[in-house]
């Protein structure tokens, strides 16, 4: 019994000095990261999978580097034996939100079927990875989808004007979808005050640098277009449980 006993202290000692010896390395490492790198706020300082190697969450991105934060790697890591993106699955982490603060008067809602699933969508209406989304949302049912009009002038000068236009047409997501599916421009839209600039406000406090991003139920992020309808389906669903 007493063998057992200083067994299991010695075990414990142990334990207590690795996770004492990683608190310390990642202090160094994010002291040393700040003096290296002063104009890059780090979030979060983690060990990774990888001997030596820890993740750094900054500016909405992972970097991943040692305790001395000399030389960075940027990248994804992957599992590959168990098919995982590392990766792909801390950002979607890092970038969840509480949906209940979303507001919602600031977008425009659709409901397809029984609409028990929700999904809430930042889109720029000249973006043609936003085009494809839609493409893809024809063929999703019972969804809910809260569409916040974000357009992003650096890259699509026009898309502004034509949010305006969408958003102040008697029925906004015919308008919308009239666009982005069939290329047709909003037409006889009346001058209204629209939300499109709280958006783009949000869309910063948010840290949305791109467009389509999204929001599902549980807050999870997803960043860019699903590959198709089928995706979207599993995400919606795996959300709802």
Same mark, same amino acid.
């Given at each position: ?170 029925? =906004? ?6 666009? &982005?599916?069939?290329?047709?421009? #909003?037409? *006889? @839209?009346? %001058?209204? /005050? ?17 467009? =389509? ?6 807050? &999870?992020?997803?960043?860019?277009? #699903?590959? *198709? @309808?089928? %995706?979207? /389906? ?8």
């Amino acid at each position: 019994m007493k063998i057992m006993i200083k067994t299991w202290l010695s075990v414990l000692s142990l334990s207590l000095l690795s996770v004492q010896s990683l608190h310390a390395d990642s202090k160094t490492l994010e002291q040393n990261f700040k003096q290296n790198y002063p104009d890059i706020p780090v979030k979060s300082v983690s060990p990774s999978p990888l001997p030596g190697i820890y993740e750094v969450y900054a500016a909405g991105k992972i970097i991943y580097t040692d305790e001395t934060a000399k030389y960075l790697f940027f990248g994804n890591l992957l599992d590959v034996k168990n098919k995982k993106n590392l990766t792909e699955e801390r950002l979607a982490e890092f970038g969840k939100i509480d949906v209940k603060q979303l507001p919602l008067e600031q977008a425009i809602k659709y409901v397809k079927g029984n609409g028990k699933r929700i999904l809430y969508v930042f889109s720029d209406p000249d973006c043609p990875y936003c085009q494809k989304l839609e493409q893809h949302m024809t063929s999703v049912d019972n969804v809910t989808v809260y569409l916040f009009l974000f357009p992003l002038k650096k890259l699509h000068p026009q898309a502004e004007a034509v949010a305006n236009k969408i958003w102040c047409s008697k029925n =906004p997501y015919e308008a919308w979808e009239d666009y &982005m599916l069939h290329r047709k421009a #909003p037409k *006889n @839209a009346a %001058q209204c /005050e629209t939300p499109i600039q709280k958006n783009l406000a949000l869309g910063q406090k948010l840290q949305i640098d791109g467009t =389509p991003t999204l929001f599902l139920q549980n807050g &999870m992020r997803l960043s860019g277009s #699903p590959q *198709n @309808a089928e %995706q979207i /389906e599993q995400l919606l669903q795996e959300a709802s449980r």
